[in-house]
T-cell receptor, first 116, second 117 residues
Framework: SQTIHQWPATLVQPVGSPLSLECTVE??????LYWYRQAAGRGLQLLFYSVGIGQISSEVPQNLSASRPQDRQFILSSKKLLLSDSGFYLC???????????????FGPGTRLTVT | AQKITQTQPGMFVQEKEAVTLDCTYD???????LFWYKQPSSGEMIFLIYQGSYDEQNATEGRYSLNFQKARKSANLVISASQLGDSAMYFC??????????????FGTGTQLKVEL
């Protein structure tokens, strides 16, 4: 069965510090990968998605970046965090288009980031 | 651009009763998909149910059913026989296909459901 991991679960970082959040998927190959952010009391906003190694698409301009160094690894980074980067970050995966259940996205447990 | 609207920020329901969570959407696409996700206080997003725009029958998954009214652009979630464990935030979302095979989900602002004894 497929599982998706995120770490750390909770993170408190000062403004201006760097960030690295990691997401890995097990039990599947060549997944689509997604990073979402959820501000307190709000819905999810798609930040990045990737359809393959090294292929990253950004949905919103920001001081965050994403990388996919391996097929099942997705990393969210920042060189200098802002207060507005606080939120709940969720990684998700789905099968590539054409799969039987290509429409479902499966989410990881999330990382709660507080920038102080 | 796609838009999802959930007009109920909070709902209360008695245990064992049915409850309907509203969702309306706006899109110019002919092919799209609609989802409902549950987010308990732990934060994880749990997939509940999916409805494709060309599906003729309303989707059902156990106690969850999706009341899909295409002409009205609504996709309400019906939870039958509510349980205390159903207390959570519920999000409606819409899928649009992106280049290269990715599927972007646009989420509503959510409805906080509280099931009471």
């Amino acid at each position: 069965s497929q599982t998706i991991h995120q770490w750390p679960a909770t993170l408190v970082q000062p403004v201006g510090s760097p960030l690295s959040l990691e997401c890995t998927v097990e039990g599947t190959s060549n997944p689509n990968l997604y990073w979402y952010r959820q501000a307190a009391g709000r819905g999810l906003q798609l930040l990045f998605y990737s359809v393959g190694i090294g292929q990253i698409s950004s949905e919103v301009p920001q001081n965050l970046s994403a990388s996919r160094p391996q097929d099942r690894q997705f990393i969210l980074s920042s060189k200098k965090l802002l207060l507005s980067d606080s939120g709940f970050y969720l990684c998700a995966w789905s099968v590539q288009a054409g799969g039987l259940r290509a429409y479902e996205q499966y989410f990881g447990p999330g990382t709660r980031l507080t920038v102080t | 651009a796609q838009k999802i609207t959930q007009t109920q920020p909070g709902m209360f329901v008695q245990e064992k009763e049915a409850v309907t969570l509203d969702c309306t959407y706006d899109t110019s696409d002919q092919s799209y998909g609609l989802f409902w996700y549950k987010q308990p206080s732990s934060g994880e997003m749990i997939f509940l149910i999916y409805q494709g725009s060309y599906d003729e029958q309303n989707a059902t998954e156990g106690r969850y059913s999706l009341n899909f009214q295409k002409a009205r652009k609504s996709a309400n979630l019906v939870i039958s026989a509510s349980q205390l464990g159903d207390s959570a935030m519920y999000f409606c979302a819409m899928r649009e296909r992106q280049g290269g095979g990715g599927n972007k989900l646009t989420f509503g602002t959510g409805t906080q459901l509280k099931v009471e004894l």
